[in-house]
């Protein structure tokens, strides 16, 4: 089984504003929302293509609520915890340039924490859990280590994608996959990338400190590959960009279903920039058909 940790999923609410002026009322041209949160993209892109998966993390109020029914009205599973606190809103206003506003979260007490607890303990060898985005500010900042400490007890594989030092505290337990992008992988090496051939020996590293499979994201200027033995380089298909949002979360998700599907690392590697790719040229995430349409024009060079 798939499952995807959430731990501070938001409704995502989207407005178009024509020519935004701060201090002054503004009426809206459309409004859109979704279940957000990195974990939630992914567990709806892994959906899409048609890969069974379960959706974990804390929930509250009745905009958990609304994220539960949604994701259950996909046909995607979700165990989630309910808290006391109402899950948060995040406000992404589209103008002439685009803006977000992100609530906290809400206050995670340690009973809510032993519940996530109990939930790994059921791990077994043949699952792999996906662990996405920010934390609850109530959280320890060493939460991700400690969730990752529990899948490893269990001996489940797992893939991570969050902040720099999170990351790298975790890279000794040997994740399946990471996929930073050129900030994030500026913020790790404390430098700055000015082609993007400079990431090479950074994805090297990061390999050489554990993890398994390094996929690096440059947006438009394509994907990086790292293995143990090899580096790869995947061209990124033309498109018009739509949406900035849920690219990275549709990599992954597209990366995960072919590997443990094949376990053919260079057609997932495809797959992964197809899913992330078909996102970005979307107003919401990635389709199968787009995928599948994007698939056929991406092509892998062995560095």
């Known amino acids: 089984m ?15 504003v024509e020519d935004f002026k701060p201090g002054k009322t503004n009426r809206t041209t459309f409004e859109q929302k979704f279940p957000g949160g990195k974990g939630i993209n992914v567990s709806r892109v892994l959906k899409e293509l048609e890969m069974t998966n379960t959706a974990l993390g804390f929930v509250g109020g009745f905009t958990g609520k609304y994220i539960v029914d949604s994701l259950h009205e996909l046909g995607i599973a979700t165990d989630f915890i309910d808290v006391k606190d109402d899950t948060r809103i995040n406000i992404k206003l589209k103008s002439d340039v685009e803006s977000e506003i992100n609530g906290q979260g809400p206050n995670i007490t340690e009973d809510e924490i032993q519940q996530l607890r109990n939930q790994f303990s059921k791990l077994t060898r043949e699952d792999t859990v996906i662990l996405s985005g920010s934390k609850p500010p109530s959280l320890p900042e060493n939460f ?41 992988l500026e913020e790790l090496f404390h430098i700055t990338i000015k082609t993007p051939d400079e990431v090479i020996p950074y994805g090297k590293e990061l390999v050489n400190r554990g993890a398994q499979h390094v996929i690096l994201s440059l947006g438009g200027d394509g994907a990086y590959f790292f293995t143990k033995d090899d580096v790869f380089y995947g061209q990124a298909p033309e498109g018009k960009v739509l949406n900035s949002v849920g690219a990275g979360d549709s990599m992954i998700a597209g990366f995960t279903a072919e590997y443990l599907t094949s376990h053919d690392r260079m057609e997932a590697f495809k797959v992964g920039i197809a899913a992330g790719s078909a996102t970005a040229f979307s107003e919401d995430l990635a389709t199968k058909k787009d995928i599948e349409k994007l698939l056929q024009k991406i092509e892998i060079t062995k560095i």
């Open 2 to 16: 798939i499952y995807t940790v959430t731990l501070n999923p938001s409704i995502d609410y989207i407005v178009g």
């Open 144 to 184: 991700y280590e400690t969730l990752i400490q529990w899948i490893d007890e269990q001996g489940a594989d797992f893939i991570i994608d969050t902040h720099a030092n999170e990351l790298l505290q975790v890279l000794p337990y040997q994740p399946l996959l990471i996929k930073p992008n050129k900030e994030e």
